[in-house]
């Protein structure tokens, strides 16, 4: 049976209006304050401004020049100083875990106010109807799934609208509780079981409407909301935990719970117990893939868990779609494309060059 799988990377959301991860420290240090919201104003100040001083006094980085430097030289060190338990020149490891934070929670507020407003007719959402309409063409088959690589959330939700109540359920391929205690969610194999379809969305490096508990490891989700920036702000705990684990003055209550994002670094923690759950059951969907799209990303060589994963499970006679914006140099080297056609080999690969929006359009008018 034909089986699809797309993979979606930064350049996917990127007319959607969310920063590719290159823009991400430009961003960061361009945005007025007075764009972000008022609750996260304050901490968004306070942490640029230690941002700012680490990269300027430690990395010894000049501010005009911050925007060259990549997120996987600023992650990378700090990652290896903190599960080496040394310092990074005058910072040690307490430091290191603070600073970290405060990085990741600029990232988060960034994203979460750069996806603010978007508009309801996007190519993101003519994508999701169309995937929803052939699934339930299809329902007792598996006929495609999506991989993102991106921690915004415009695909999810796109995909929650498209899909009626009680028909179907997004499908993050791990087990989910809902955030919310009036959300109806449920797990994909539920839905299932209940005569419903499931879409796959197996987000590869987190998402930014999950929390996590630390103790029971539930993953919360919810849909429409980037929670992850709670984790900074209002700070929740798990409600099950605080059930469980409150009955007498000796109990503890419940843990907070924290934002689940893999951030760009060479030494990603892949060893959470949901994250761990979601990379297995991306390595089967590509195992079964007869055609995998790639929409938006150039295949960074830092990427290697991702590189690695396919390169054990994609099958030989797999067709390769590449969905790009910009055509290279014949002599570009260096090129998303001379990445594609070396690590792909023999398959057969084609490339095209009209953006994901026209893709995506051209592929809609295609098959209706």
């Not at 329902?139 to 999810?156: K, Q, Y």
Request: aromatic share 12%.
């Amino acid at each position: 049976m034909a089986k699809i799988v797309y993979i979606l990377g930064a350049g996917f959301s990127k007319g959607i209006g969310a920063p590719l991860q290159s823009e991400i420290i430009k961003d960061i240090f361009e945005i007025n304050p007075m764009e972000i919201d008022s609750d996260y104003r304050t901490i968004f100040q306070d942490y640029r401004e230690r941002f700012k001083d680490f990269l300027d006094q430690t990395l010894f980085i000049s501010p005009e020049d911050f925007h060259k430097i990549a997120l996987e030289d600023i992650y990378t060190p700090i990652d290896r100083c903190i599960l080496d338990n040394v310092s990074f020149r005058n910072l040690q490891r307490t430091e290191l875990l603070d600073l970290r934070q405060k990085i990741n929670a600029l990232i988060v507020i960034l994203i979460k106010q750069r996806l603010k407003d978007i508009s309801e007719d996007n190519y993101v959402q003519r994508l999701a109807n169309f995937l929803v309409l052939k699934r339930k063409r299809k329902v007792r088959s598996d006929p495609f799934s999506i991989l993102s690589l991106n921690w915004d959330i415009i695909i999810d939700n796109a995909l929650k609208t498209a899909i009626k109540p009680n028909e179907g359920v997004v499908d993050y391929c791990c087990y989910i509780t809902p955030y919310n205690t009036y959300e109806n969610l449920m797990p994909g194999l539920l839905a299932l079981g209940k005569g419903m379809y499931n879409v796959k969305l197996l987000k590869m490096h987190g998402s930014m409407n999950w929390l996590q508990c630390q103790r029971c490891q539930r993953l919360y989700i919810t849909f429409y909301q980037k929670i992850a920036a709670e984790e900074y702000l209002t700070r929740p705990k798990c409600r099950l935990c605080q059930k469980n684990f409150s009955n007498s003055a000796t109990e503890d209550g419940g843990p907070y719970l924290l934002s689940q994002l893999i951030m760009p670094t060479f030494l990603k923690d892949l060893n959470n117990v949901q994250i761990k759950l979601i990379w297995q059951n991306a390595g089967v969907e590509l195992s079964d893939a007869t055609k995998i799209i790639f929409m938006g990303y150039s295949f960074p060589s830092a990427d290697f868990e991702m590189r690695q994963l396919l390169s054990r499970t994609v099958r030989h006679d797999a067709n390769i779609i590449v969905v790009l914006k910009d055509r290279p140099s014949d002599d570009d080297l260096n090129s998303p494309e001379y990445r594609y056609k070396s690590f792909f080999g023999k398959r057969n690969i084609s490339f095209k060059y009209n953006g994901v929006e026209n893709y995506i359009d051209e592929l809609i008018r295609k098959y209706t």
